[in-house]
């Protein structure tokens, strides 16, 4: 069966790099979406992507942040100058069309230093 | 704005028994969807169930049911013959079903731990 994978799955960085985190949707899955995970919290909602354009962001999403899709096939989440706070597990989800079920890759967890 | 409310933070089964997750929610909206997501220890989340709201039966999916109840907006999970792998974070989750948009908007969880 099909899978969303991501990658990496651990990194620790120091506080103010840059990080980059991939993620490879399901094949013939159009639009995409990363969630954030505080550990001990909930999920929550950062960005949905689709035709190569952010369609919605949370107020988490600020300019420190972007989506893109560089290669037609890798949908990836960079945070330019990593905080402490910016520690957490990112999961990327991906569907075939907007209204279906979204499916989780296994996470990326960061840690910031 | 959707919210998600699940006020079982932790509950326990015993191995082969049933125990059922609550969750309530919050909406203006009359098309929408509702998940139930299950989170091991391997921090992945995993779709258990999905429910339309249009769909006024209650989805099943093997050992696991859902208890719907548009009125009072609820959406309870209930897990038959309960198995150690069954042991994990469960997650309550929203989703709009008409128009754009369509992200989950998860609630707190609850972890479920299975007793042998």
């Known amino acids: 069966e099909p899978e969303v994978t991501q990658t990496p799955s651990h990194q620790v960085t120091q506080m103010g790099q840059e990080v980059i985190l991939r993620c490879v949707p399901i094949s013939n899955h159009l639009y995409f979406y990363w969630y954030r995970q505080i550990l001990g919290q909930k999920v929550e909602f950062l960005v949905s992507?689709?035709?190569?354009?952010?369609?919605?962001k949370s107020e988490i999403f600020d300019d420190q942040f972007s989506v893109e899709r560089p290669d037609g096939s890798n949908f990836t989440l960079k945070i330019r100058s990593t905080k402490l706070e910016d520690s957490a597990m990112y999961f990327c989800?991906?569907?075939?069309?907007?209204?279906?079920?979204?499916?989780f890759g296994p996470g990326t967890r960061l840690l910031v230093l | 704005a959707q919210t998600v409310t699940q006020s079982q933070p932790e509950m326990s089964v015993q191995e082969a028994e049933t125990v059922t997750l609550s969750c309530t929610y919050d909406t203006s909206e009359s098309d929408y969807y509702l998940f139930w997501y299950k989170q091991p220890p391997s921090r992945q989340m995993i779709l258990v169930i999905r429910q339309e709201a249009y769909k006024q039966q209650n989805a099943t999916e093997n050992r696991f049911s859902v208890n719907f109840q548009k009125a009072a907006k609820s959406f309870s999970l209930k897990i038959s013959d309960s198995q150690l792998g069954d042991a994990a974070m469960y997650f309550c989750?929203?989703?709009?079903?008409?128009?754009?948009?369509?992200?989950?908007?998860f609630g707190k969880g609850t972890l479920l731990t299975v007793n042998p």
């Open positions: 989750a929203y989703r709009r079903g008409g128009g754009s948009n369509y992200k989950l908007t």
């Open positions: 992507f689709y035709n190569n354009e952010i369609s919605e």
């Open positions: 989800a991906t569907a075939r069309q907007e209204q279906e079920t979204q499916y």
